[in-house]
């Protein structure tokens, strides 16, 4: 992991201090609240329905087990003892109190964690691939490529006051667990075809929001070494030509899309050639320097597969279960990556409570190398893990509630806050979530339906990423009441598509319904082998749509 | 000159968040006939005609610049059991609390039992 320098430590803590000082200037009057909001929405603060919420960054996912423990303090002392990990890969507290927050930042620096840049018109936490640096499918770690975006993205003066928001993504692996193409930067680290050369395909112009768009491609192998001065060319073109007028026109998506994909590459490159490259980009030895923080960790040798671990599981069919759903294919033979649901059927998604958040931290240090990953899908990873340890950690996780075997799967579902928490929602979405997630609760049903991504949002602005679901769902309101418009087809990987809307919006309580009859259109439809998009993309909508409507007359 | 802002139907209470905790309160008359805030919302000042909504709003103006609360706003309620309800679903669930953990927020007696009056 990448561990802060003198530099570091210093930046953040006297970030702690100016915030200690703008909180006292706003309670003795020094300054109003229309002042005040943007400091503190810089510092991660937002006011939420019932109370503050504070957003912490965490930084392409990863996490130590000393922060993670650091985390569940400070959720029990400040908090109501639990956190919610959101598909930013952050972590949101629900109830601090203004007074606390300067507490709570300086317990967050004691263990190199901040909330600088979780808000405001700026280059937000840079997100990655959760199975960075052992799954089979990847061909370059992306931490170390998020970690130096990071550090020349962090108080960037010239990109501080962006038109809006900005998000980058990097994924090192065939298969894109990072949501790339919905990012406003996607880098995919791919090899060049005649050089055999690591380089970056960029991809600008993806985002979810009230125009959902998915990235367009601008380079197809930019070198490493370039990566910063180009990164640097494209946040000039959006800062020179982002729309500032208006804030639902604003992101660079609107850009892209406005003056065209060619057009914008053309301002780009333009840009990159006027550019001093060598005083813009990274000094190799400072990228080396980041990269030795991600190196392959020290792997005991083992054979590929554990006799323990193959024993356990024919003894225990719900293990064998949690083995196959919740583990992947690791680089280091006799390991796994395994995945801890935050999805128990009925608990809100990406909730765990300190205690939890202790369990994992203890499981992390004692089996993982101290390590932990945040999935965008609002799940934990514990990396690094001997194929022979597993059953115990099912065991201890078990005990506490986290051993569903559902990644994946129906009830693995992303579900933003919605009007339960967020202030800028129109509908709830956990409720929505548990619903179905008590309708399709038997683990042999979801094993049957099998890969199934559904993707909730309380609002339009898309946090619960229902566009890029295989089944969306997007809370609105409608004539005063809740109601819960439905889309099909979307997908978050490499194949990135926007789902289309099914038909007229719903309330909530015909939501699972409405599921069960898309679901049961995909199981009485596929082929041999189909998965439900697949199914989705060969038979088209038009037999969903009918199952729908069904739902649809008979509410209306 | 800018319109005057809409103001919600009658009834309507006045509700914000408190600027320190961050927690809902509601404009009620203490015992000196003087606009408070309560945390309890069952006991927040129903206002039934515009003398009385103008009231709360010049206490929301005040409130505001002497830094007490922030996000003042009127919210119109139904009277249900002698208890003023707001009408939308979006500030019903404000004064009660997520709907999904009844254990939090006012609905589990967060800042009520505490002490009713700040």
Redesign the interface.
Known sequence: MYRYDEFDERFVRERVAQFRDQVAR??D?SI??DEFKPLRLKNGVY??????MLRIAIPYGTLSSKQLRQLALIGERYD?GYGHFTTRQNLQFN?????DVPEILDLLADVEMHCIQTSGNCIRNVTADHFAGVAQDEIEDPRPTAELIRQWSSLHPEFDYLPRKFKIAVTGAEHDRAVIKAHDIGLRLRRHPDTHEVSYEVSVGGGLGRTPMIGKVVRDYLPKNDLLAFLEAIMRVYNLEGRRDNKYKARVKILVHEIGVEEFRRRVEEEFARLDGPSVNADPAEVARIADYFKTPDYEVLPATSRVLEATKAANPAFARWIEVNTIPHKAPGYAALTISLKPVGE?PGDATSDQMRLVADLAEQYSQAEIRVTHAQNLVLPYVRQRDLFAIWQRLGEAGLASANIGLITDIISCPG???CALA?A?S??IA?AIQHRFADDNRQKAIGELNIKISGCINACGHHHVGHIGILGL?KR???SYQITLGGDATENAAIGEILGPGLAAEDVPDAIERIVNVYLSERAEGESFIENVRRIGLAPFKAAFQEVAHAVA | MAAAPKRVPLPAILLA?D??????VFAVTDANGQLAWTRDPALALVASDDPAAESLEAFAAAE?A??RV??AYLVDVAMETGQPVP????ER??TL?????PD??KQAGDGISAGQRV
Not at chain 1, 47 to 52: F, G, I, R, V
Not at chain 1, 95 to 99: G, N
Request: proline letters at 5%; hydrophobic letters at 35%; glycine letters at 10%.
């Open positions: 706003r309670l009057g109003t609240e006011l939420q329905l019932h109370a503050y109501r109830w601090p109190k203004l007074r809100a009007l339960d928490y129109t709830r956990i409720p548990q309101e005063g009441i809740e | 968040n600027l320190l905790d961050g927690d809902v505001l002497g830094n922030v996000d009408r939308h679903f979006r669930f404000k609390g997520p709907s999904n953990r939090l927020g």
